[in-house]
């Protein structure tokens, strides 16, 4: 038998479109944007179905959207392969996708979950608005090289490594000025390319003070239960399930890299050797081909 895990996408993988067809298909998808507008105060359904795109990019609008089209995602499997669901042993999610992962889980419910979303959006874009910053990927250089370029670009600025992704695919946040001197730096250390990310600000790093702390204030009233599955959390690449022990991993990630490849390399040594990625978008499928080719990825649309 399988041992079969499911991957949820974080901040960047939402389109204009996403949930068209699951919305006029699905009456559990219709269900799951009511309820998200009763939550929210707000038409999320529209701004999925129709855009702008400079709405839903928007780091208080895209986190809620993601959150909800992957559970959509979801809704959909769940109708056309419950088994693959009930199989289901494991579950990881990239940053955001963590609050995906935790509501399959059975941790938090719909409503809480999107709750806790919504302030997190809103927190990381006011804090990256107190700072002129950004993210850059850095493809070809290892971990230890990185480290090597945020020393090396210091004196013009802050950089951290953010996002762990795979094999020579590593992310940087920082200051404007540090990032504006990544890319020859980089280049001189062995990278391949250089390329800016079109996000609001340096994620998963010092820079998104206070919303840690903001963060923690509603976790703390938050209801989060044991996960009846495991579920791989990014800051550390380990499962946890005690809730205060989530809790405070949750908050640690506002401000530490996310570990991904460490996270599926630790899920494939612990047997799950069948993948789904559940929401917009394939970045985890075309991931975990590069850390593991021979293990199957099946991508699940929020068509």
Same mark, same amino acid.
């Given at each position: ?9 974080? *901040?960047?993988?939402?389109?204009? /479109?996403?949930? =068209? ?28 179905? &129709? ?41 990881? $999610?990239?940053?955001? $996708? ?14 809480? &979950? ?7 959006? =809103?927190?990381? *874009? ?7 910053? /950004?993210?850059?990927?850095?493809? &070809? ?24 992704? $795979? ?22 250390? $062995? ?87 559940? /929401? ?24």
């Amino acid at each position: 038998m399988p041992k079969i895990a499911f991957l949820f996408p974080g *901040q960047g993988a939402q389109s204009v /479109g996403m949930c =068209q067809e699951l919305d006029r298909e699905l009456p559990a998808v219709r269900t799951l944007f009511d309820r998200a507008g009763e939550v929210l105060g707000y038409d999320l359904r529209a701004l999925c179905l &129709g855009g702008p795109a400079d709405a839903l990019e928007a780091t208080d609008v895209s986190q809620p959207a993601i959150f909800v089209a992957s559970l959509a995602a979801l809704e959909s499997l769940k109708a056309s392969e419950p088994a693959v669901v009930e199989a289901c042993q494991g579950a990881a $999610g990239l940053s955001l $996708g963590e609050y995906t992962a935790l509501v399959f889980a059975g941790a938090m419910d719909f409503a809480s &979950g999107l709750e806790v979303v919504r302030l997190r959006g =809103q927190a990381m *874009q006011a804090a990256s608005l107190a700072t002129p910053s /950004g993210m850059t990927s850095v493809l &070809g250089l290892d971990e230890a090289r990185v480290d090597e370029l945020c020393r090396r670009v210091a004196s013009t600025g802050r950089l951290w490594k953010a996002n762990m992704l $795979g094999p020579g695919n590593i992310v940087v946040s920082g200051e404007a000025a540090a990032l504006a001197a990544v890319e020859p730096v980089a280049i001189e250390l $062995g990278a391949m390319k250089v390329v800016p990310l079109a996000v609001a600000g340096a994620f998963h790093s010092d820079l998104m003070r206070p919303a840690d702390l903001q963060l923690a204030e509603l976790l703390e009233r938050t209801s989060i239960d044991r996960p009846r599955i495991p579920i791989y959390f990014n800051v550390d690449a380990r499962p946890h399930n005690d809730p205060d022990d989530i809790r405070r991993t949750l908050v640690a990630q506002v401000l530490q890299g996310v570990r991904w490849e460490e996270s599926m390399r630790r899920m494939l040594a612990d047997g799950f050797d069948t993948f789904y990625e559940i /929401g917009p978008g394939r970045v985890l499928t075309a991931l975990l081909k590069r850390i593991d080719r021979t293990t199957p990825c099946t991508n699940i649309a929020a068509r």
